[in-house]
């Protein structure tokens, strides 16, 4: 007996990274799945997304795991591509019981520099792409009067990141979604919870724009980067956690072991969110300062 067995689940941005670990985990646990993502760059975007290869790499292991798949090109920005997807998968399998809204994107950049559209593209995917498929599943699973959502947030999804305020602001944003439609959905017995995952080793870190942030400096190498991470922790010894840290939280709230639990924050950030307020950082001398 698998904790999935018989169910459906959809996760978007699941070509790689934890949308992949988390298909492969929900596949392994019995679940058929629905997964969708893009196929190469995006405007303002500075490092590599997901390519269709990738995504064909994703179904091919569900198919090899023994699960069925429909994996589709969609972007979460577009209402009527998920609507599709979704579509796709109902007709294959008939239920969606789970739905993970996994896709997002950062910019590592001051606010004071970002532009309209750059802002625009990080809130558009990681705010409104969430929105949009709580959306497309919600009257599916009214009609079933069941179901498990499941957001990806982030820490940065509780504290600020002084070079990084369109994510921060819509993965604070993704818990207002989740509080909401957890109220809106209660009576409905569909379940609406968030993942807020500390450092997770994925290429929306281990890229030139998001070590140099993570470490404070330019030029901050792939073990600069797994360094830094050393010192968000209060477990011992984690860096950068494997996107399966993730996904061991994720079938916990997706499966009916967590049937009592809807308006969760899940913080899967190794003891992160404990920390007391000391700035380490802040080792600056103004011999000048009157303060
Ligand atoms: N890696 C971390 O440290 C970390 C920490 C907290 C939260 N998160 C969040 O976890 C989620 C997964 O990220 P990851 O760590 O696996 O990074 P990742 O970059 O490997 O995965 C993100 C996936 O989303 C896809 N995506 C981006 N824009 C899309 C769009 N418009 N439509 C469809 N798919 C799109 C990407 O192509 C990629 O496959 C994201 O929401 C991210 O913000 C990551």
Redesign the pocket.
Known sequence: MNRLDGKTAFI??????????IAEKFAREGANIIV???DGP?EH?K?P???AA??KETAASVERIGRGVVAEI?????QE?IDRVVGAGLDKFGHIDVVV??????DNKPFWEMTDSEWNVVT???LN?VWRTVKAVAPHMMERMRGSVIL??????QEGDAGNMS?VAA?HGVIGVMKSAALALGQYNIRVNT???????????DNPGTRDRITGKTGATREDYLAACRNWHVLRGRS??A?EA?SDGAIWLASDESRHVTGLEMLIDAGHRLLPGLNFNNDFVDEEASF
């Open positions: 978007t941005g699941g070509a790689r990274g934890q949308g992949r670990a969708c993502d893009i995006i975007i490092y997304l997901a390519t990738d995504l969609a972007d979460v920005r577009d591509q809204a996994n896709a997002g994107v950062l558009d995917i990681c792409g990806t947030s982030s820490t940065n999804g994510y993965k993942l807020l995952p500390g450092p997770v080793d994925t290429l929306i870190n950068a956690l996107p993730v």
